[in-house]
């Protein structure tokens, strides 16, 4: 565990809501600016997020930042992103769906691990 502590976020919400859609990023590069450890852990709907072209166009306001956008400020803070196997299998994607920023693929006994380790864990 980090000195100054370790924050996970998991995402279920995806394109469908992108209201819910920019907030676990900005809460991402907020922790990291304080120091924190911080992963993001994509799983059912969320895993869409990292699919290739689908952020892009996605806003969670009108007129706002794209969603995009809002993953890239969360990469540059140093916040880790990795999306659910079993949710790559429910929407019939591949690793090769994935936007550069993925960190990678993992399973729930990784996710269940990281869930207990940290000091804060936030779901969208």
Known sequence: MSEDGKVTIFVTSGP???QRCATPFYMASVASAMDNEVMIIFQID????MKKGEADALYAKEGGKSVMDF???AKEADAEMYVCSAALQLHDMTEDDLIEECDGVV??????DEGLESDMVLTY
């Open 16 to 18: 469908d809501t992108p």
């Open 71 to 73: 993953i890239r400020d």
């Open 46 to 49: 969320g895993v869409l997020l």
């Open 107 to 112: 399973g729930a006994a990784f996710m269940t």
